[in-house]
């Protein structure tokens, strides 16, 4: 007789909730059948799949101590992302930002950011989720930012940082700036602040380079 494996606690973390329908970025999409917004929906989802024999075989370590992963969602869930990444042409008009990302901590360094004007997000076919543990998250990271300083912490063991989703089947490298953050963190630099250690090689650079020098994010 097999053992049920016990539930495992999963919720959104507040990094996550500038992914909307009006950002730049992947953003879920509930259906028109669900009762309840978006995130609600995005929960359910997420926590189910993580649940499944499935989704606690198939998740690939981010982090030596195994307290970060990415997971990619099987195709029939897809159908509920879009991708904010848009295949760039000669006619793109592009729009430089200088600045914070969304939902940086405190402390975290400004970058340059380059948006497509009136780029369409398209429908994802593939999706991966990021997930961090919640001992793996300061407590700013975990804190949602209320109005007048109603702040509250996300509790949940397994928490999701970031969507990312695409249109197309192959892997999608992080930015090169994203990349550098996260190797900043590793060698404890302050350009490190709001990135996870990491290390990458130079050609793990150079395919980032290559893959964002003919994408960007569509515009907010």
Known sequence: MCETQPKESVGLNPMVYRQTAASRFSHCQAPASWSGDVWSFLTKLVSDFLNTEEGRKNRQPLQADGLAFSIALPAELCRHFF???VELTEESVL???????IGAVEDEAPFLQVTV???RKTPARHVDVIVYHYDALTAEERTMKGEGGADTEVTATWQVVS???R????KEPPTPMAMARNMAAGLGLPEGIGGTARSYTAEEFMTA????????????
């Open 95 to 101: 729009r430089p930002i200088f600045g914070k990302r």
């Open 163 to 165: 969507i990312n989703a």
């Open 167 to 170: 249109a197309t089947e192959g």
């Open 117 to 119: 004007v009136g780029g």
């Open 83 to 85: 991708s904010g990444v």
């Open 209 to 220: 380079i290559l893959y964002w020098s003919r994408r960007a994010m569509a515009g907010d």
